[in-house]
């Protein structure tokens, strides 16, 4: 997006340098990443910097609103409600497509918002290694508010175990070894310290949570989850059982809190009135069908990664589904073919990610990831017969 720093990297760049990008990517875990890797970071202006993050800030307003929890209380489904909420969540991640307006301008347009965890650790090393495979201007930093690798991972470590010792703390997840996300919680372990445990491994003693480590029984103190209700309940029904962990009473805190993944979703989106947040409506509550439907996108509110996202929306699309409060309209944006590359240009989605300190006021932007894309849909899974598309990250101008 900055035009000079584009065509210096571009014209540096060659297939030798991305092989190298990708053996270094891939020395520490080898094969652990499961995901697309984009031939190229990407390079954010001030002034456009500027733009997303104080869409973030406005979006944060909301949240932070009184009767926020109140507006948010129909999100979370009844059998999947957690007890002990906390009255704020730990993490935010904030999706941006980089769009063209009408008048041909770039303006970020906010896609997705979620209460979730992210590669929050993964995205430490990938600054690493492309600052050490390629051409990056000093000046530009993936981190935000002046954060660094040691003050970001300090941070990290802080929230998600609150002075608790790292060995009571766990990374959650449902058979981590198969998840696409598999890198990140090797970072996760490396950078911050805590072991990553399945689901299928926890040891329940009344309310106490226990993992095994070197033979000995371990306490679980506090649990910073990565487990989606959505996988778990596809799984059998003994794997269901020990899912009830969840939503029982039990003797740990959560980092983030169950709950919040509901409350900062997409349905959040109609609550939030900005410029760069397109006009999205609960389906159950249309008043008429618009005469553009094509300039809509129909999304379920209980879905991950796109799934069940419907791109050209008809009439029948609307009338067919059954569940309609479950399900928002959206207004389409436009995303700009914003990155030039020698096989035509790439759309880009940027990932703000938000922590939030347990004695802040507020959430505080940390650092990004970002997706690139040649297809209708934006994510690692899509376009894998493509080049220069999949999952890096941006640099902002400081």
């Known amino acids: 997006m900055v035009g000079s720093i584009r065509e210096e990297y571009n014209n540096a760049f060659s297939e030798k340098k991305y092989e190298t990008y990708l053996k270094e990517l891939n ?69 941006f497509g980089i769009c063209e307006n009408d008048n041909g301008e770039l303006e970020p347009q906010l896609i997705e918002m979620q209460g979730f965890a992210s590669l929050f650790a993964y995205q430490v090393w990938q600054d690493e290694v492309i600052r050490n495979c390629f051409h990056i201007p000093t000046n530009y930093s993936t981190y935000l508010n002046g954060y660094n690798k040691d003050t970001y991972c300090k941070l990290l470590q802080s929230i998600i175990a609150n002075g608790i010792p790292l060995e009571n703390c766990i990374l959650l997840e449902l058979f981590p070894d198969s998840q696409k996300t598999k890198i990140d919680f090797l970072f996760t372990k490396e950078y911050i310290g805590i072991e990553t445990v399945c689901l299928t491994q926890l040891i329940r003693e009344g309310q106490k949570i226990l993992y095994v480590k070197d033979g000995k029984k371990i306490e679980v103190k506090r649990i910073y989850n990565r487990i989606i209700f959505d996988e778990l309940a596809k799984q059998s029904l003994q794997i269901q059982e020990k899912g009830k962990l969840f939503t029982d009473e039990i003797d740990v805190e959560w980092i983030p809190h169950p709950n919040w993944f509901y409350r900062i979703s997409k349905y959040t989106l109609p609550f939030i009135k900005h410029q760069y947040v397109p006009e999205t409506t609960f389906l159950d509550k249309l008043i008429s069908m618009p005469a553009d439907l094509e300039n809509y996108v129909l999304k379920p509110l209980f879905s991950f990664a796109g799934q069940g996202v419907v791109i050209d929306v008809t009439e029948y699309d609307i ?29 880009a989605e940027v990932r703000i990610f938000f922590f939030w300190p347990k004695d802040a006021e507020r959430p505080i932007a940390t ?30 101008e400081q």
């Open 367 to 396: 650092n990004n990831l970002v997706r690139l894309s040649k297809g209708k849909m934006i994510g690692v899974r899509y376009n894998n017969d493509k080049k220069w598309v999949g999952g890096t990250v941006a640099y902002f």
């Open 27 to 95: 020395s520490r875990y080898p094969e652990a990443i499961a995901f697309r890797v984009a031939e190229t970071p990407i390079f954010i202006s001030k002034d456009f910097t500027k733009k997303i993050i104080s869409t973030c800030e406005s979006i944060i307003d909301v949240i932070l609103q009184n009767d926020f929890t109140f507006l948010t209380n129909a999100a979370i489904p009844k059998e999947l409600f957690v007890p002990n909420e906390k009255n704020y969540v730990d993490f935010i991640a904030l999706d």
């Open 319 to 347: 009338e067919a589904v059954k569940d309609k409060h479950n399900w928002i309209l959206q207004k389409k944006v436009k995303y700009a073919e914003v990155i030039p590359t020698p096989e035509g240009a790439a759309k």
